[in-house]
């Protein structure tokens, strides 16, 4: 490892801020997201709404940390979603 926590990358939170804001900010960056079923999707995201569902596009679906689908372009429901990493 390049000595950067794992971690150092995903969408922190203070106090101040909600998560929604900083992730309208992370438009056109690549993202990893983590769903509750222990699916993971990688790709570029497009766009996003106030109840954090989430538009990939280039999306690739992991599972078990092996990739198992690609999609041109994905919606994924906000209410499934556990964390987001910027990549």
């Not at 960056?29 to 596009?57: P, Q, S, T, W």
Request: aromatic share 8%.
């Amino acid at each position: 490892m390049d000595g950067k926590s794992r971690w150092s990358s995903v969408l922190i939170m203070d106090s101040g801020r909600k998560p929604l804001d900083v992730l309208a900010k992370q438009l056109n960056a690549h993202i990893l997201v983590v769903l509750k079923e222990g699916f993971e999707y990688r790709g570029k995201v497009v766009g996003c709404d106030n109840l954090m569902n989430v538009v990939l596009e280039e999306a690739v679906e992991y599972f078990g940390g092996r990739p198992t689908r690609s999609y041109g372009t994905i919606l994924l429901r906000g209410n499934n979603i556990i964390y987001i990493i910027v990549l």
